[in-house]
């Protein structure tokens, strides 16, 4: 079954009541944040969508694939399960070097060309962290930042995945307005647990969490996609203090400035 459409259909909070949103559907292209305070329920959610929950989670919510019910396939065989959960744990148990362990996946799956297909992982996962990745360094060694970036491209060029849930992407030094421009070019499902507002008004709508239950659903406006592009602007900034920081250089009161009054309002 090919996935054109997924769907959450509410069902109640940490108090029990039933949630304000009772059901919104995903398309593929669509790009959702969801968003709340810390302990607000948003890892729960995005656990139900990965787990295709059945009215049989503490959240008492139900998922549907194209309108129907999610075929036992999609639950019980991992080969055909339809979703990437990049997570923020990502310790690794292997010691193989990058390549070999992207060969591996990509022969898995089927891959035709493994070494364009490679190639263009690898330059993806590199379009996202600041320090390069090898295709001769051992997982591992990777950082927080170099793994979820090479986990991301993996799920995307390879994994074939149409839905993928990301979590917290912002926590690992990953260039985020980078990633969602690139995540774009890919016909898919993107889902976003986020705490950073660039993500959240770049994405087509936000649900918006509060006491482990979906409260409102808001859908980006023009208006504010016109202030994204003015926060992209300090975003950059921010990343270029960060990168003169990392080089050893100094961040003078001149070098501030210049960079300042570059921005654009």
Not at 24 to 36: C, H, K, M
Not at 97 to 103: A, G, M, N, T
Not at 144 to 153: D, E, K, P, V
Not at 181 to 189: D, F, M, S
Request: with cysteine.
């Amino acid at each position: 079954m090919d996935v054109h459409k997924i769907t959450v259909y509410g069902g109640f909070g940490k108090d029990d009541s039933e949630e304000k949103v009772k059901e919104f559907s995903l398309e593929v292209g669509d790009i959702v944040s969801i968003v709340g305070p810390t302990g607000c329920g948003k890892t729960t959610l995005i656990n139900d969508i990965e787990l295709f929950a059945n009215q049989n989670t503490p959240s008492g919510r139900r998922i549907t694939i194209n309108d129907e019910p999610v075929p036992e396939d999609f639950i019980f065989d991992p080969s055909h399960h339809p979703i990437a959960l990049i997570s923020q744990h990502t310790n690794f148990l292997s010691d193989l070097p990058v390549e070999d362990f992207l060969v591996i996946h990509a022969k898995v799956r089927g891959a035709g060309e493994v070494g364009s297909i490679i190639t263009e992982t690898l330059n993806f996962a590199n379009e996202l962290t600041g320090e390069p990745i090898m295709r001769d360094i051992a997982m591992t060694e990777l950082s927080g930042g170099q793994t979820r970036s090479l986990l991301i491209a993996d799920a995307v060029v390879i994994g074939h995945s149409p839905i993928i849930l990301l979590d917290e992407i912002e926590n690992a030094g990953i260039h985020r307005t980078k990633a969602l421009e690139l995540l774009k070019k890919y016909k898919k499902i993107f889902v976003f647990v986020t705490h950073d507002p660039c993500i959240a008004l770049m994405s087509d709508f936000r649900i918006v969490m509060k006491n482990g239950a979906m409260q409102q659903l808001i859908t980006t406006r023009q208006e504010e996609k016109k202030v994204v592009s003015k926060m992209k602007q300090i975003d950059d900034m921010m990343l270029n203090f960060r990168q003169i920081i990392r080089s050893g250089d100094e961040l003078t009161e001149a070098v501030f400035k210049e960079n300042f009054n570059v921005l654009t309002f």
